[in-house]
């Protein structure tokens, strides 16, 4: 009893301090991708744990504790449509409404703010939980079909009350937000800052909306902004963090006086990270630490101090809000005053293990937030003074006034300049302003005028549902689903259609933008129920993955990249028509097949986990490789990459890299996927500014130019794979291997040995009474070898501080030798590695891995010839196919095969000096008049190793020699010959 009355005075206290977000994970079924990976269920859930195991990598299972863990993975039916629960463990989607919906529907009610977000990878199925699809009505829909019908119920019983919704949307891409609601004028917004009001974006535009339909058009309307914004900023969905607002003001009679109750509801739907080994605080960095996604690593940081905050202690935590625009906006949702909840979707499937960790590492983080919620209610006509006194107040300052600073600084801020203390002044006074005249408007007024807007929209989304039924066009295609099909190109019959930039003269019928479009592009003509084009000189344009040039048919069904983004597919109804009455069905493309066609890859149908992955992989690089090309050259940096292959590090697959090769110095380096992905953000950025007439990007030092790389910076020379299933029968091997670069050129040789030794560090050889018939019978013993890298021959000279490299097993940090220079350098290196005791991990790795060997040195730049003024577009097409990225592979499997035959040799020879012993036993029993052998004489035999052979063999002659004369042999320990 005492200590349940101590418990019960803390949670008093912790509830009065703030009260923790909410967090719900939920696991989702296979997608196709996965099912033909024949992926494994890597994931558990029991009640609110969810647990998940490596299964590939052998690590210990792990779980995590939230508020609520959904599996909807498997244990449910379709009923008419609607997935229903089959079991007691599937959650659909009216369970997770009634957990988690319910509570912002009742908090938002009651005055709160509330804020619910949906995080997870690309694919991970947030879309689902949130939106939902069909009947399948996720929390968005469902709460605000509840919300209009409440309203309506409400309005009938207190028919003076007045209730009040509006609506905005907002994207922050690279740290830029822009109001997805503002049509063609898209431009980016400031986030300012008020003491009273927290951060807010000035300008953004708030719509009135009377039901969830006007929602939805809404939301329709800003995702078609999004998708067009996307084709000319180079982005994708995965990179973009989109913000929905919703606003319910309840302006209602209570004792006598107008009271305003409002709540701000926050759906944020975060953007999925790419698919990395690490992420965050562990992952790669541009430079001076720019993350794969600046917001992400900014909201993370946020995440992290906020856990600590609520731990609480007497040292002040610092919250970093201001360092990302993401978390500027949403830390009323984190901090502030909302109550919160978070939904991270997952996938169970084994080959996204280390997304759904790093998913579920996220969500464990968020919910040690505590936010403090309050009810914002106060009297109508108070509220109105109080903006008119703000407004008078503000007044004065801009004026010439005393500028009172703390109306728009934090306490915690720097000191900030005259000019951002006018700038924000100024922005606040419009806030002010248009917010008082919202509140003396007639809400039935706007309410009317946002519903004339909403028809219009209405009406041309039908007129153009009609003409798709029956004129040719091209849709878009987008990594993103959401954003599929949201931009459409239609072609009139007899017409010819002009494609390229709006800088053309004369003006084009169809502008696009964004990397590799030409003024002039295309040409595409409606004639004769055909959809015929003509390429431009020098125009990039591919047909079904194939680069295409001069005139040619489009067919219905066919993908068609302009560009270097700009992705559609062809569609022809009168084609379609006839195709459905001949019984013909078309495939279906996403954009990852039609990406997967112009990097020339296959279905992937008979492959294998790995090579899976590999091509996922090229697949999502291909494009990004044209996109950073396409820069290079509009910018003039003299800089090309490409992907390459190369093999992974303790594992018998290979992996996407990419080349980075300068012209300007012909020095060559390799980046990571990550390193490649995160440099790209910032090249987006100089080239945006670029596009702008913004000259700051020519004045970026190099030290923070992500198209510059250091040029003291290591780099691969090559590598050599060499197996180790040697080991696993105490063999030595010792070889020298060709070592090869990414292109597979020969560029040096190196001497690799490995010995296995005894615990005094002297090598096992033959003279030594040990012989190993399995590896598995080493499993519980001690096994050390010793590994020697004497010398390498032939590196070219081109190369200085010459290096190996190398990653042991499960060593965490690589092994390394002495720098040398030379052509030929003496590295006279040793290195005794153990594994005590021997596991059946240890000897998986042996039988299924090499090891991997990097021959690493510095580069001595060259630089280009004086008076050579190519352009990068014109040094580019002396060495690069225009046809299809160049996929460079360095094939280790020859070296390991040499390998793995030297020791299947020795092993065979051991085996057949076994045989020949056997086989003179048999002879010596047949000469003796002997019909049998004793079974434990035998085995005495084949588990002898070759030095005592010759001994046992003996011995049991004497023994046969022996039962000739007594013949009293055992017929239990014998066997027929």
Request: aromatic residues 8%; glycine residues 6%; contains cysteine.
């Amino acid at each position: 009893q005492h200590y349940k009355s101590i418990t019960f005075i803390e949670e008093e206290v912790i509830m009065a301090e703030g009260e923790a977000v909410k967090v719900a994970v939920r696991v989702r079924p296979f997608n196709g991708r996965e099912i033909n990976m024949n992926a494994k269920v890597c994931m558990r859930m029991e009640g609110a744990t969810t647990y998940i195991s490596d299964l590939d990598g052998g690590d210990e299972e792990k779980f995590f504790t939230f508020d609520y863990s959904y599996w909807s993975y498997d244990g449910f039916e379709d009923i008419d449509g609607y997935l229903t629960p089959s079991n007691d463990q599937y959650a659909d989607q009216k369970k997770v409404f009634d957990d988690v919906g319910v509570g912002i529907r009742d908090n938002s009610w009651n005055g709160f703010n509330c804020s619910l977000f949906a995080y997870g990878q690309t694919g991970s199925g947030k879309s689902y939980s949130i939106i939902g699809y069909g009947p399948n009505k996720g929390v968005v829909p469902l709460y605000c079909e509840d919300l209009f019908i409440k309203m309506a119920e409400l309005q009938k019983v207190n028919p003076d009350n007045e209730y009040q919704v509006a609506f905005s949307m907002l994207e922050i891409y690279n740290e830029s937000v822009f109001d997805l609601l503002a049509g063609k004028q898209r431009k980016a917004l400031k986030i300012r800052q008020s003491k009273q009001r927290g951060f807010f974006v000035q300008g953004l535009k708030k719509t009135p909306v009377g039901s969830y339909i006007e929602i939805e058009e809404r939301m329709a309307e800003g995702t078609a902004n999004r998708t067009v914004a996307s084709t000319k900023m180079n982005a994708t969905s995965s990179r973009a963090h989109t913000v929905v607002e919703l606003t319910l003001i309840q302006k209602i009679k209570q004792d006598g006086a107008n009271m305003t109750k409002t709540s701000v509801v926050n759906l944020v739907d975060l953007a999925g990270s790419e698919r990395a080994g690490s992420t965050g605080a562990t992952g790669a960095t541009l430079k001076q630490g720019a993350a794969i996604n600046k917001s992400l690593s900014a909201l993370g940081n946020v995440i992290a101090a906020l856990a600590k905050e609520s731990e609480g202690g007497r040292t002040k935590v610092v919250i970093p809000f201001r360092d990302s625009s993401l978390t500027m906006i949403l830390k009323n949702a984190l901090g502030g005053n909302s109550k919160t909840v978070m939904i991270a979707a997952l996938s169970p499937a084994s080959v996204n293990y280390e997304e759904t960790l790093s998913t579920l590492r996220f969500a464990d983080r968020a919910k040690q937030i505590k936010t403090k919620a309050t009810v914002n209610e106060s009297p109508t006509d108070k509220l109105i003074r109080e903006l008119k006194e703000e407004n008078d107040k503000l007044k004065q300052m801009l004026e010439g006034g005393v500028i009172d600073k703390s109306m728009v600084k934090d306490d915690d801020e720097e000191d900030i300049s005259d000019e951002e203390v006018q700038a924000r002044l100024q922005a606040l006074m419009d806030e002010s302003n248009a917010e008082k005249a919202s509140m003396e408007q007639e809400w039935k007024d706007k309410l009317e005028e946002a519903q004339k807007a909403i028809e219009a929209l209405k009406e041309e989304q039908s007129r153009k549902q009609e003409m798709m039924k029956t004129i040719p066009h091209i849709t878009n295609l987008n990594g993103d689903e959401q954003l599929c099909g949201m931009i459409v190109y239609f072609f009139e019959d007899g017409k010819e259609n002009k494609v390229g930039t709006k800088d053309s003269d004369p003006p084009n019928d169809i502008v696009l933008s964004g990397l590799e479009i030409e003024s002039s592009h295309c040409l595409i003509t409606h004639s004769a129920a055909k959809l015929l084009m003509v390429v431009a000189d020098e125009a990039r344009v591919y047909v079904n993955g194939e680069y295409v040039s001069g005139k040619l048919e489009l067919m219905h069904g066919d993908r068609l990249l302009l560009g270097t983004n700009n992705l559609f597919t062809v569609v022809n109804p009168g084609e379609r028509e006839a195709a459905e009455k001949a019984g013909i069905e078309y495939f279906k493309f996403t954009y990852h097949d039609a990406m997967s066609e112009i990097q020339n890859l296959g279905s992937g149908d008979d492959a294998q986990k790995g090579e899976e992955l590999l091509q996922e992989d090229i697949a999502v690089l291909g494009p990004m490789i044209g996109e950073v090309n396409a820069m290079s050259c509009a910018m003039n940096k003299k800089v090309k990459f490409d992907i390459v292959i190369m093999p992974e590090e303790g594992k018998r697959r290979k992996k996407a890299m990419v080349s980075m090769f300068s012209y300007l110095t012909s020095c060559s380096y390799l980046l990571s996927r990550e390193d490649f992905i995160s440099r790209k953000y910032k090249m987006e950025e100089m080239y945006q500014q670029f596009v702008e007439g913004d000259e700051s990007w020519e004045s970026v030092p190099a030290s923070e130019d992500p198209f510059v790389e250091d040029e003291n910076k290591e780099t691969t020379i090559g590598t050599v794979s060499i197996s180790l299933k040697s080991l696993g029968y105490l063999f030595e091997q010792e070889q020298m291997l060709t070592i090869t670069n990414y292109q597979g050129a020969a560029k040096g040789e190196l001497r690799v040995e490995y010995y296995p030794v005894k615990e005094d560090g002297s090598i096992i050889t033959e003279e030594d009474d040990i012989f190993v018939d399995d590896p598995d019978t080493l499993v519980g013993q001690p096994l050390r070898f010793s590994l020697k890298i004497p010398y390498a021959r032939g590196i070219p000279k081109r190369f200085e501080n010459v290096f190996c490299r190398y990653r042991f097993f499960l060593d965490t940090d690589t092994t390394s030798t002495g720098q040398v220079t030379g052509q030929n350098p003496e590295f006279g290196f040793s290195q005794t590695h153990s594994c005590t005791p021997v596991t059946d991990q240890f000897i998986d790795y042996l039988e299924k891995t090499s090891l991997v060997i990097e021959v690493v040195g510095t580069q001595i730049p060259t630089p280009m010839k004086a008076g050579d003024e190519r352009t990068t577009k014109q040094l580019m097409a002396s060495n690069f196919s225009l046809n299809q990225t160049q996929l460079a592979l360095m094939d280790p499997e020859k070296q390991i095969i040499m390998g793995e035959l030297q020791s299947t040799q020795r092993r065979a020879k051991k085996q057949q000096n076994k045989l020949v012993k056997v086989q003179e036993l048999l002879d010596a029993a047949k000469d003796n008049e002997s019909e049998t052998i004793s079974v434990a004489d035998l085995q005495k035999i084949l588990e002898s190793n070759a030095d005592s052979m010759g001994i046992c063999v003996a011995g049991l002659l004497a023994v046969l020699k022996f039962r000739k004369n007594s013949r009293k042999n055992s017929k239990k320990d014998e066997l027929k010959l």
